[in-house]
Structure formats: structure tokens, C-alpha cells
């Protein structure tokens, strides 16, 4: 488990499902993370609030620009927030798949709750 202090941990959620949106988030909010939550890498890239964010959980298929381009926008700008990506259309072998995960870490949809809280506490350990 990440030791929590008197800050609140922020985790940014970025998925087009309302119903992944919705769980994921009170999940989160159940294990005392603050969350915000955008339904596209565009609403995300908005808030002004988002490089203050801890860890990013992202969608890989998303409307408009992907979870990977908005990691790569974000790492252009000097941003670097440990990022964990969400899908449910990886072919894992592919090298394609490999190249663009560039070692970020994935979770496959569907996920249990253990599985995803595992993931994201796994980030926060590392930084």
C-alpha cells in the first residue's frame, strides 16, 4: 500500500464509458483517492489542473485523440505523470502494441477491482 499523508492522493481517469467512468471513479473515491474524471484526452488537456495529478489512469481507445497520443502530447510538454493504460482491444503480441505502450504500464477491460488498485498502487511506489 502507498502511505498516505495529509495530501490527498489525485488520479486523473480518462475514458469515453460513462458506466467505466462511473465504477472506476468510486472505486478510487472508496480507497481515499480524489479523482477527477473526463470523457476525452481533449477535456483532460483543458484543466489547467491535470499536471498537478499524481497518476493518470487512461483509456487507449478514445474519440478524438488516443490515450497514447494524449501520454506523448503530454511528455512533449515537459510532463511526466506516471500513466496506466485501460483497454479492452490489446493484441499484446503485436509490436505495434509494444511500441506504442512504450512500457507504460496496461491493464485489460475488464479488470477487477484488486487488479486495477494493484496497477495504480504500483505507480505511486515509484515515485
Known amino acids: 500500500m502507498v502511505e498516505r499523508t495529509k495530501d490527498l492522493i489525485h488520479i486523473?481517469?480518462?475514458?469515453?464509458?460513462s458506466s467505466v467512468r462511473k465504477a472506476v471513479s468510486r472505486l478510487l473515491r472508496s480507497h481515499d483517492y480524489v479523482c477527477s474524471v473526463y470523457e476525452?484526452?481533449?477535456?483532460?488537456?483543458d484543466d489547467p489542473a491535470?499536471?498537478?495529478m499524481r497518476c493518470l489512469v487512461i483509456d487507449v481507445?478514445?474519440?478524438?485523440m488516443s490515450g497514447f497520443a494524449l501520454r506523448d502530447r503530454l511528455r512533449q510538454t515537459g510532463i511526466r505523470i506516471p500513466s496506466l493504460f485501460i483497454t479492452g482491444h490489446?493484441?499484446?503480441g503485436s509490436p505495434d502494441w509494444a511500441q506504442s505502450v512504450g512500457g507504460t504500464p496496461c491493464v485489460q477491460k475488464p479488470f477487477d477491482e484488486a487488479q486495477l488498485l494493484s496497477a495504480i498502487e504500483g505507480l505511486l511506489s515509484q515515485t
Open 12 to 17: 486523473a481517469l480518462i475514458d469515453d464509458d
Open 40 to 45: 476525452s484526452a481533449e477535456r483532460a488537456l
Open 50 to 52: 491535470l499536471p498537478e
Open 61 to 64: 481507445q478514445l474519440p478524438g
Open 90 to 92: 490489446a493484441d499484446r
